[in-house]
């Protein structure tokens, strides 16, 4: 049985009947993507349905990347299962424009990132994506977020390290907060996007006040006291911690990361709103696009 042509027929029909407007095919060479080449991918109006190769590869990126027959994506990571897969490679196609919001995909992949396609997954590009998106095009945003989902894991006492992370917008951020102590990373060169640091700052997460982080990545400061005199809302039961990051993302362009002490929960701010939750024991990220 010829599995990657049985595979890709399916997906051209399934896309059909559910109305898809293209099939994501994840590929490491390419090679189980060459069956749609002969293939009439219209739907049931004679519309045509996109088709869209991603791979890690960048041999194969350029190689495929010549063929008018498909729009392609280069992936810069290799996510081992399959609804990971799907996700990386959709949050890559928004951030380049190949994909857009409210699409109807049907995705095939494959067991980690193999050219022997074995599943279909279908999916509509909704808020969560955006999300993902967010975190994709935004380095110093993914890393404060990884950071922040490791303090919530838990100090040498097991309980979540309850912190903020105030990133961007640095100027208008430091007029409106002042130091608790004296600033500690003042004249030192550490950025959140360098790995090999975070034993450093996951020191400094005990203390009180924020981290300031500028686009690039760097520490501006830390036990940074905000005080943004910006009226806004969160949900009963987040303290003070949370209400500050609202208010200095409503009051600059800046994005808020929190890790709640209590149970861990890393939260996305952005505008004074919450803009998600992740549970950091099963790294589920909810979209919430308002302050619940």
């Not at 279908?122 to 998106?133: A, K, M």
């Not at 935004?138 to 303090?151: D, F, G, H, K, R």
């Not at 208008?172 to 360098?194: C, E, H, W």
């Not at 709640?260 to 790294?283: C, H, M, Q, T, Y």
């Amino acid at each position: 049985m010829d599995v990657p042509r049985a595979l890709a027929e399916a997906a051209v029909k399934v896309a059909q009947e559910i109305r898809a407007s293209a099939i994501l095919a994840l590929t490491e060479t390419g090679k189980n993507c060459e069956v749609f080449s002969k293939m009439k991918l219209t739907d049931q109006n004679g519309r045509p349905i996109k088709l869209i190769v991603a791979t890690p590869n960048p041999e194969a990126y350029r190689r495929l990347s010549m063929s008018g027959n498909f729009q392609c994506l280069k992936l810069t990571a290799r996510p081992h299962d399959r609804a990971s897969q799907a996700h990386h490679a959709i949050a890559c196609g928004l951030q380049e424009g190949v994909i857009h919001p409210g699409e109807r995909l049907v995705c095939l992949t494959g067991d980690g990132f193999a050219d022997m396609s074995d599943s279909l997954i279908c999916t509509e590009v909704n808020e969560e994506f955006s999300l993902v998106n967010l975190l994709e095009s935004n380095p110093v945003l993914s890393a404060t977020v990884e950071l922040s989902i490791e303090l919530a894991k838990g100090g040498p006492d097991g309980k979540p390290v309850g912190t903020s992370f105030v990133v961007g917008d640095t100027k208008a951020v430091l007029r409106l907060s002042r130091q608790l102590m004296i600033n500690p990373f003042r004249g030192y060169t550490v950025n959140i996007k360098d790995r090999r640091q975070w034993d450093l700052l996951k020191k400094y997460a005990f203390f009180d006040g924020a981290f300031i982080i500028d686009d690039l990545g760097a520490i501006v400061a830390a036990q940074r006291y905000l005080n943004a005199n910006v009226p806004v809302e969160v949900p009963p039961g987040l303290g003070t911690r949370h209400l500050a990051v609202a208010a200095i993302t409503a009051a600059t362009r800046a994005k808020g990361v929190t890790v709640s002490g209590e149970n861990g929960v890393v939260r996305i701010f952005e505008k004074g709103k919450i803009l998600a939750k992740i549970d950091p024991g099963s790294r589920i990220i909810e979209s919430l696009g308002s302050s619940t």
